[in-house]
Each structure stands twice: as C-alpha cells, then as structure tokens.
C-alpha cells in the first residue's frame, strides 16, 4: 500500500533553512514523478517543486527558485525539500505527492496530475 510522509517541518527565523523530507512506500520512486506544494491559511494549494522519476528533470516555481532544492535519494526512496533563505510569506503546509510518470516531460506543479498525497508538516517563518 502506498504511502507518502513528510517530516522536517517547524519554526525558524527569516533567513534560516529547513530540509523537508519524503519518505515514500509502496511504490519506487523511478516511476513516480514526485512533487511538492504548500497551502497557506486562506489560500489555494500552490506548487513549490517537482522531480522527476529519472531524477534528471526539476522544477520550481518563480518564488523559491535559487532558495529551493529537490533531490532524491533512491536508496532510502526519499525525496528532499532544501530550503534556504526562507521567508515569512513561505509558511504553509507542505506536501509532497505522488503521480506514475513513464516520461521527464509531464513534471510539472499541476496539483490535479498528482494522485498520492502525503498529510504535510507545517513550516511557520517568523521572528
């Protein structure tokens, strides 16, 4: 049975960093693209990140490119959130989630082509 965990949430001053972990069961991530989105109070679901089931293709929104970084490890079939230079408008709950992906080219932040979905952890930046 599938299953996909978040950990590595919390509280951090603006400018710090977290890495966010992923850890997935049920299914390997070579055939998985696997992404990550946050939900603020009041606002809709956004994409942050996304991988690809080579690994070789990443994705990011405008907001956190050059602070965020996907990366998997195959062998522990987790996938990470790096986040550096956080800033307050970056608190949400994170998610990661799951969709079968055979091809680099539909990696994408498109909640709805995401099929598995973890329950999140919380990241709150604040002074």
């Known amino acids: 049975q599938w299953r996909l965990v978040e950990s590595g949430g919390g509280l951090v001053q603006p400018g710090g960093s977290l890495r966010l972990s992923c850890a997935v069961s049920?299914?390997?991530?070579?055939?998985?693209?696997i992404g990550w989105f946050r939900q603020a109070p009041g606002k809709e679901r956004e994409g942050v990140s996304a991988?690809?089931?080579?690994?070789?293709?990443?994705v990011y929104d405008d907001s956190v490119k050059g602070r965020f970084t996907i990366s998997r490890d195959d062998a522990k079939n987790t996938v990470y959130l790096q986040m550096n230079r956080l800033k307050v408008e970056d608190t949400a709950v994170y998610y990661c989630?799951?969709?079968?992906?055979?091809?680099?080219?539909?990696?994408?932040?498109?909640?709805?082509?995401?099929?598995?979905w973890g329950q999140g952890t919380q990241v709150t930046i604040s002074s």
């Open positions: 991988i690809s089931s080579s690994g070789i293709r990443t």
């Open positions: 989630a799951a969709h079968y992906s055979s091809s680099d080219t539909n990696t994408g932040l498109t909640a709805n082509n995401y099929d598995y």
């Open positions: 049920g299914f390997t991530l070579d055939s998985y693209a």
